[in-house]
């Protein structure tokens, strides 16, 4: 199938004279040679899609076949980067979280050395710079932009940059760049999620809602979807349609939900078992999420001291804070306005 594709392209450039630049290559975009592990790529990124535990885990799994077969397939390379930084928010112990990271920053600059052309490397790059080097966020951006140079139609490159842009309250370019991935790929559960929750924040929720609805359609078990999805709803008053969406975001995610909507319905036990559990399978990766969940619970002295822990572990979900919803009840202490700085961000 490669060999063909190639031959294709000679008589494409013959065809029409084009003189190359030296640098210039024409390769297959995912350069390998091995159509079995180019197979594993493709099942591997189908599976990661699906932003649960047990997915991260089959998707590294995947990817580390595929390596197995080509060791300098760069874009199974940079799909590996992106299964151990998930896979990793889910260890029993800070320094597993600190060591998945550290092991996916390398696969990722090993995708960029392989295939320094090639959008994918740039871009999982660029999501692990942003959510674990919170001084030099420009890098990240830099990342970004180079993995849209390269590939304009780049999905994840495009939902990454928004999430960067929606994080920091730029939510019109962030919507620009959804509106750009579900017009390219309108198959993507991310993007469609994803824009979603861009509208949803900026008080357009019928539109909001209608972006989920597509994305449950495509993809029902796409925790990603049920996640923000139950924000949503949460945010509005609907406590008992977030819990039944939280009942299918997945592990953690679930905990952190099902805590949340059930304090808001008035059932104690239930929130605080909820909590415990999450506290006692997921602190290490979710200490944002436990945070949030004391916020929304009042309790504010233990909802600043998770977002100190989650600040030393460097949990990516701290980045989300800037007007979250469920941090409200903490705007007004001067430990919130701290940390702001502290992530460099705006000052509410």
Not at 17 to 37: C, D, F, M, V, Y
Not at 261 to 272: D, I, K, M, N, R
């Amino acid at each position: 199938m490669f060999q063909v594709q190639d031959e294709i392209a000679r008589a494409v450039v013959d065809a029409l004279r084009l003189k190359l630049l030296p640098e210039q290559h024409l390769t297959p975009a995912h350069r390998t040679t091995s159509t079995q592990a180019y197979e594993l790529f493709l099942l591997g990124q189908s599976v990661f899609r699906n932003h649960r535990r047990d997915d991260y885990e089959r998707a590294l799994a995947l990817f580390e076949r595929a390596l197995a077969l080509d060791p300098g397939y760069a874009a199974a390379h940079a799909g590996l980067a992106g299964a151990l930084s998930a896979f990793a928010d889910f260890a029993g112990e800070a320094a597993l979280v600190a060591d998945g990271k550290r092991q996916a920053l390398a696969s990722a600059e090993r995708a960029v050395a392989l295939a320094p052309d090639l959008a994918d490397g740039y871009t999982i790059r660029g999501q692990l710079r942003y959510r674990y080097d919170w001084d030099h966020w420009q890098p990240a951006e830099q990342d970004y932009r180079r993995a849209l140079e390269l590939d304009p139609h780049k999905t994840e490159a495009l939902c990454g940059y928004a999430l960067v842009l929606y994080n920091r309250g730029s939510l019109d370019d962030a919507l620009v760049l959804v509106r750009r991935a579900t017009d390219n790929d309108p198959l993507s559960v991310l993007a469609w999620a994803f824009m979603g929750g861009v509208l949803h924040r900026a008080g357009r929720d019928v539109e909001a809602r209608a972006a989920f609805a597509r994305a449950l359609q495509i993809n029902p078990n796409a925790g990603v979807t049920r996640l923000l999805l139950g924000e949503t709803e949460l945010d509005q008053g609907n406590a008992q349609a977030a819990l039944e969406h939280y009942r299918h975001a997945g592990p953690g995610h679930s905990q952190y939900g099902i805590a949340l909507a059930q304090y808001s319905l008035g059932h104690a036990s239930a929130a605080l078992a909820a909590l415990e559990e999450l506290k006692e399978k997921f602190a290490a990766g979710f200490a944002f999420q436990i945070a949030q969940v004391h916020a929304w619970r009042g309790e504010t002295d233990a909802a600043f001291e998770w977002l100190d822990r989650a600040y030393a572990q460097h949990d990516s979900g701290l980045l989300r804070i800037w007007r979250d919803a469920r941090v409200r009840s903490l705007h007004g202490d001067p430990r919130y306005a701290a940390l702001l700085r502290r992530l460099n961000y705006p000052e509410e």
